[in-house]
């Protein structure tokens, strides 16, 4: 079975201050992809980042980074210098096995104040 | 390049109606999944279509069901509908060839509401 944690429901930062958002997932299989997803208000998911179980490697786009530790099975989301824009949804998402369908988190609520 | 739409962006139907919603893919991806997302949750995955036969099911009842057409468009339908179906539908299409690394792109759902 898979399952993906997101313990942190709400996130309130200030302007400029760098936030980390949680991601603990579960699966057996030893082939797997993990995905982050913004949903703004609008409702819409926006596709952030994809990782594969094989690359343990951290990765940088910008002002965003993820960290994924297969030892804690785990896949942090980290955005630096936050901005207002950056209020949304955030989801955390596994792909594995021979299932097709991505499982989501339960999302966080990330709100950035001016 | 074209990406997602949904249609329509908002639905209000009674109790025991039944409702479609439709789906045209992002160019080029040939496999549409839906997917349910009530208010303050995650998505969660009802059916995928890859060349019009359904290639993988959540766990929905058979009263919602789906079809995909041969341009890769794809329509969900459900019968019989109850008040807690209530909620924001979402398509995404992507293409199989990368097979578990294939990236879900989402439309701007549908947002249906059951009195």
């Known amino acids: 079975a898979q399952k993906v944690t997101q313990a942190q429901t709400e996130i309130s930062v200030v302007e400029k201050e760098d936030v980390t958002l949680d991601c603990v997932y579960e699966?057996?299989?030893?082939?797997?992809?993990l995905f982050w997803y913004k949903q703004p208000p609008s409702g819409e998911l926006v596709f952030l980042i994809r990782?594969?179980?094989?690359?343990?490697q951290n990765e940088i786009s910008g002002r965003y980074s993820w960290n994924f530790q297969k030892s804690t099975s785990s896949f942090n989301f980290t955005i630096t210098a936050s901005q207002v824009v950056d209020s949304a949804v955030y989801f955390c998402a596994l792909n594995s096995g021979s299932a097709r369908q991505l499982t989501f988190g339960s999302g966080t609520q990330l709100t950035v104040l001016p | 390049e074209t990406g997602v739409t949904q249609s329509p962006t908002h639905l209000i139907k009674t109790r025991g109606q039944q409702v479609t919603l439709r789906c045209s893919s992002q160019s080029g991806h040939n496999t549409v999944s839906w997917y349910q997302q009530a208010l303050g949750q995650g998505p969660q995955f009802i059916f995928q279509y890859y060349r019009e036969e359904e290639n993988g099911r959540g766990n929905f009842p058979p009263r919602f069901s789906g079809l995909q057409f041969p341009n890769y468009s794809s329509e969900l339908n459900v019968n019989a509908l109850e008040l807690d179906d209530s909620a924001l539908y979402l398509c995404a299409s992507s293409s199989p060839a990368g097979g578990l690394r294939e990236t879900q792109y989402f439309g701007p759902g549908t947002r249906l509401l059951v009195l």
């Open positions: 990782r594969n179980s094989f690359d343990e």
């Open positions: 699966t057996r299989d030893t082939t797997y992809y």
